[in-house]
């Protein structure tokens, strides 16, 4: 039996950085995604709505395979790892002011054969099977990211201003600059993202999420971290 393809080990490079930060540039890739504002802890909050849709919709997908009909060009593979990108509440990276008014786009990568066609079936799939997942806030959209700077957090969330610190040191000795604007609203963010393949106008602070938060240790996570960086 053929393993079902694995992206976070097919592209290493882009989702296992190492502890000490380095540049990366980010191509083109298709995700489901959902934005919204609260403090992402708050349980049946707005945020772990977002997280219902996401995974409804890209596991129904998947499960294609046991189903009449597929997307052209359909393979097995492991869903793609949560990832979000933030801004808002005072977050700069460092800190956080204020986690009630944070804003947030949460994504989950696709494969390409994801299509508005797959799309479509998918929601349509989820809808009827799970009324309650809200899959009208869903997005597909393709973009690159485009010349960044990563490394990887272990630890709680909550600590990664120190992880942060240092990849702004690395950032700033490498004569580069975050290049990070905040959107005018959820859906400009939305809209942006949308870019067909390009680098989207808007780029945000960026984290990709390895670990499971119910069943690993908080001091046992690991989190990708990445801003998007241009020349000082």
């Not at 502890?19 to 995604?33: E, R, S």
């Not at 969330?157 to 120190?162: I, N």
């Not at 992880?163 to 690395?170: G, I, K, N, Q």
């Not at 809209?191 to 999420?209: C, F, K, M, N, Q």
Request: one cysteine or more.
């Amino acid at each position: 039996m053929t393993a079902a393809f694995d992206f976070k080990k097919e592209y290493r490079d882009l989702y296992l950085p190492k502890a000490t930060p380095t540049l990366i540039d980010v191509g083109p890739m298709t995700f489901l995604a959902a934005t919204g504002t609260g403090d992402p802890n708050e349980e049946g909050g707005a945020y772990a709505e977002a997280l219902e849709a996401l995974y409804a919709l890209s596991f129904t997908i998947k499960m294609a395979k046991k189903g009449d009909w597929q997307p052209e060009g359909y393979f097995d593979y492991v869903v793609p790892p949560l990832e979000g990108l933030w801004w808002g509440g005072g977050f700069d990276g460092t800190r956080i002011a204020d986690k009630s008014a944070l804003h947030w786009a949460s994504l989950i990568r696709q494969p390409d054969f994801v299509t508005p066609e797959a799309f479509a079936w998918a929601r349509e799939r989820v809808a009827a099977k799970k009324p309650g997942a809200d899959v009208g806030r869903v997005r597909l959209v393709r973009f690159a990211e485009g010349p960044c700077a990563h490394v990887m957090h272990k630890g709680p969330y909550d600590d990664e201003p120190v992880t942060v610190a240092a990849l702004e040191a690395f950032i700033a000795a490498s004569g580069r600059e975050d290049d990070i604007a905040d959107p005018a609203s959820d859906e400009a963010l939305l809209d942006a993202l949308d870019a067909h393949g390009a680098v989207p106008a808007v780029r945000l602070h960026h984290e990709i999420y390895l670990g499971d938060p119910r069943r690993t240790k908080p001091e046992n996570l690991l989190t990708a971290v990445r801003h998007p960086v241009r020349r000082a």
